[in-house]
């Protein structure tokens, strides 16, 4: 019965006709389990709007009384739809119906609201669950950590960290796991290191999940040989490495330079019977693109499709980049052309990719033709240009010596709202730096930090080469001595 049911749900676009479906199904002493099956079926299946449409007709329609599982259930579907108001709503009939909320039910509310980006208002669930006496344990916390990593809000979840450490809230392998993925998406692999380590010394066990965060962590920095280090401790501890583990290694190679590395490790996976992923063949071409080996990137995306697989946005947008890289521009129109093709809608990323193919090959007319359609497309369901855009424009204006032109497409960033982050600054003052105008460099540099835009080695190397004195060298490396002292203290744990 379970079985019917969930196909036939899942195959209904029409509440009406499903409720009324539901509606005729013969009362058996079994069916509540049979439709509370379904919802939870559905919810593995990551199938909101069927959830939705099942736990609506239990509490609305139906004669059962839901329980907390159909209440959190659908707390869990619009908060994933970022619904916040219905999820809300749902929160209030539960407390109506005198069903009482557990754990799982405030950590779905927090997940909702960092998902909505809605970081104030996440916050006030744990004040809630304090002045209602309850404690928020590990469940919640991490529930509010994981949504401040996907949110990218870093100095919060060190926040929280900090908070539940204080509280003597009992921290888990999940707990450890999330704080070393928010700092390695910081850029901060030391600092996961140092939780990795804190974990250890408390004699709370890393699991496979654990380890691939810190290999990951590593991995965005290039740090192969770390990495690597990892990557064994994982496996002397009796972990077989999953696909996710064997594709965070084969990352760090690509970052570091080295693509035959990832290509080692992409042949490794598969004679050790570990099959790779439509991720394992992107990490691929992105590691040839990088290296501008572009024919070894064409040819890993063509593996691709080979072996079944379809092609995703991300997987034409890192082969846009390796060809643009190349300056292969009649490639990167092919490419687009497939993309459109496959019946998919360029993106942010594909489009930057070909702005910077039309850049690298000077043909600067092409380029400004296609930002002008983007800005005319920007809230009419077009890709909208993001910082990313601006970045392009204001690099390839720069290197060209437009400094007028490169000045105002800073200046157009500034007025769609658009934050300059480290890549828009350090090619600003790269373009000075070229014609040795160190004054203006110094001046942009100061504009930078009063931003709150933290400058990184990239910044360093090209103030150095605005210097043309001793003097001059004396003083940046005072400021990058500086810069370093800062940065340790930034995430301090």
């Not at 980006?117 to 669950?129: F, N």
């Not at 947008?317 to 360029?346: F, W, Y």
């Not at 190397?461 to 940065?487: G, N, P, W, Y």
Request: hydrophobic share 40%; glycine share 6%; charged share 25%.
């Amino acid at each position: 019965m379970a079985q019917d049911i969930l196909e036939f749900v899942q195959k209904g676009t029409d509440v009406a006709k499903v409720w009324e479906s539901l509606d005729n199904i013969p009362r058996a002493h079994d069916l509540w389990d049979d439709i509370v099956n379904v919802a939870v079926q559905l919810r593995l299946n990551r199938q909101w709007e069927p959830i939705i449409t099942v736990c609506e007709w239990i509490l609305y329609r139906s004669s059962f009384r839901p329980d907390i599982i159909c209440y959190n259930l659908l707390i869990d579907a619009y908060g994933r739809k970022r619904e916040l108001s219905k999820a809300e709503s749902i929160y209030m009939a539960l407390l109506e119906a005198n069903c009482v909320p557990t754990e799982d039910t405030y950590a779905l509310l927090l997940r909702a609201y960092c998902n909505a980006g809605q970081l104030h208002r996440a916050e006030g669930v744990i004040s809630e669950m304090q002045e209602n006496g309850i404690p928020p344990s590990a469940t919640v916390y991490n529930a509010y950590l994981d949504g401040l990593l996907k949110a990218r809000c870093t100095e919060k979840a060190v926040e929280v960290y900090q908070r539940m450490k204080k509280e003597r809230c009992r921290t888990n392998t999940e707990t450890y796991t999330l704080m070393i993925n928010v700092y390695g998406k910081a850029k901060q692999p030391m600092s996961s290191l140092k939780v990795f380590s804190e974990m250890k010394a408390i004699g709370c066990k890393p699991n496979i999940c654990t380890y691939t965060a810190l290999v990951n962590a590593f991995a965005r920095e290039g740090l192969c040989e770390k990495a690597e280090e990892v990557f064994e401790e994982m496996q002397q501890a009796g972990h077989e490495p999953d696909v996710y583990a064997y594709n965070a290694l084969m990352e760090a190679y690509s970052r570091a330079g080295f693509p035959q590395g990832a290509s080692e490790i992409f042949s490794l996976m598969e004679h050790m019977g570990c099959e790779p992923d439509r991720a394992s063949y992107n990490i691929l071409v992105d590691a040839y693109g990088r290296a501008g080996l572009h024919q070894e990137a064409e040819a890993a995306f063509q593996e691709l499709k080979l072996v079944g697989m379809r092609p995703t946005m991300k997987s034409h947008m890192l082969l846009l980049s390796a060809h643009a890289k190349a300056g292969n521009v009649s490639r990167c129109e092919e490419v687009m052309a497939q993309l459109h093709k496959s019946g998919l809608r360029p993106d942010t990323f594909a489009l930057n990719a070909m702005l910077n193919a039309y850049g690298r090959a000077g043909r600067l007319d092409d380029m400004e033709r296609l930002v002008a359609a983007m800005e005319r497309l920007d809230g009419g369901g077009g890709a909208a240009p993001d910082i990313g855009t601006y970045n392009v424009l204001v690099n390839v204006y720069g290197r060209a010596g437009y400094l007028d032109r490169m000045e105002a497409a800073f200046g157009a960033a500034a007025a769609r709202g658009l934050a300059a982050d480290v890549v828009t600054w350090t090619s600003r003052i790269s373009a000075y730096a070229r014609k040795k105008e160190y004054g203006r460099c110094l001046e942009i540099f100061e504009e930078m930090v009063d931003a709150g835009c933290y400058p990184d080695a990239g910044t360093a190397k090209v103030l150095l080469a605005a210097c043309s004195d001793e003097r001059q060298v004396e003083q940046v490396t005072a400021i990058v001595r500086s810069m370093h002292k800062h940065a340790k203290m930034l995430f301090k744990l």
